[in-house]
């Protein structure tokens, strides 16, 4: 059986699941910025874009610092990479449980040829 999830692993999957969610984390990748620097390539508004970057702040995928009326967002990757280690232990447990089926169809069938 697999282990259980993190708890943030939902909020997480959930937060970059978004195609303009990820953009923002793309560019957010080359250093912080301006909430209204991040708004500026999408149509759609500075409200909406914000609601984008509060459903990144709840997954822990970005961090908001205040400097007079300026929010800066940061990214911050460790929970990206726990969705990572989730994604390699699901791997893990069916590759082995897959190669332990194998092994046995093939014992099966060796015994049927005999």
Same mark, same amino acid.
């Given at each position: 059986?697999?282990?259980? +999830?993190? +708890?943030? !692993?939902?909020?997480? !999957?959930?937060?970059?699941?978004?195609?303009?969610?990820?953009?923002? !984390?793309?560019?957010?990748?080359? &250093?912080?910025?301006?909430?209204?620097?991040? +708004?500026?390539? /999408?149509?759609?508004?500075?409200?909406? $874009?914000?609601?984008?970057?509060?459903?990144?702040?709840?997954?822990?995928? $970005?961090?908001?610092?205040?400097? &007079?009326?300026?929010?800066?967002?940061? /990214?911050?990757?460790?929970?990206?990479?726990? $969705?990572?280690?989730?994604?390699?232990?699901?791997?893990?447990?069916?590759?082995?449980?897959?190669?332990?089926?194998?092994?046995?169809?093939?014992?099966?069938?060796?015994?049927?040829?005999?």
């Amino acid at each position: 059986m697999t282990q259980a +999830a993190p +708890a943030g !692993l939902d909020a997480t !999957l959930t937060a970059i699941a978004d195609p303009t969610r990820r953009a923002i !984390l793309g560019r957010l990748s080359r &250093g912080e910025a301006r909430v209204t620097e991040l +708004a500026r390539p /999408f149509p759609i508004s500075l409200n909406s $874009v914000s609601k984008h970057i509060r459903v990144l702040e709840q997954a822990r995928l $970005v961090t908001r610092r205040k400097a &007079g009326r300026d929010h800066f967002i940061a /990214f911050n990757p460790a929970p990206l990479g726990e $969705v990572n280690s989730w994604i390699e232990r699901q791997c893990a447990f069916w590759t082995g449980a897959l190669d332990d089926l194998e092994a046995a169809l093939l014992a099966e069938k060796d015994i049927h040829d005999e």
